[in-house]
């Protein structure tokens, strides 16, 4: 789904950031059915939202498990509070961080950039979309 988009390169071509690149590819994978001004919405998120904190993959992963599990708002939303805490979770043990700036000096080289961070938050999404979706 949206992990093997990410690692054949989802993106990459039209420049997108890690937070640009999961919304988009998720509204493609999980066929969201966003117009593309509303994928816009993720651009100013990356670089953990252009100060290095939060990682934009992870930030957009939320908008996606926003889109896809709140019922009306989030307070009547019950599912969706533990999803975003999994997501969370199983990033940080899989990466040792959620912060951009400590993700780029553990996993970026100017080779392949941030793919193994986004691809991360992308098979972490995948896992979660799936098995709720199956719910």
């Known amino acids: ?3 093997e988009l990410i690692l054949q390169g989802f993106g990459e071509k039209e420049d997108l950031n890690c937070a640009e690149k999961i919304l988009s590819g998720a509204n493609q994978a999980y ?28 930030t ?16 009547q939303s019950p599912r969706l509070k533990p999803l975003i805490q999994e997501l969370f979770t199983e990033y940080k043990e899989a990466m040792e961080s959620i912060n951009c700036s400590e993700l780029k000096t553990l996993h970026y080289t100017p080779e392949v950039k941030c793919k193994k961070v ?18």
């Open 1 to 3: 789904m949206l992990t």
């Open 31 to 58: 066929q969201l059915n966003l117009p593309p001004a509303q994928l816009k919405i993720a651009a100013g998120f990356g670089g953990g939202m252009a100060i290095g904190s939060v990682c934009g993959a992870l």
């Open 60 to 75: 957009s992963s939320v908008m996606v498990l926003s889109l896809l599990f709140t019922e009306s708002t989030g307070h």
């Open 118 to 135: 986004i691809a991360a938050a992308a098979q972490v999404l995948d896992k979660i979309v799936s098995r709720e979706r199956g719910k």
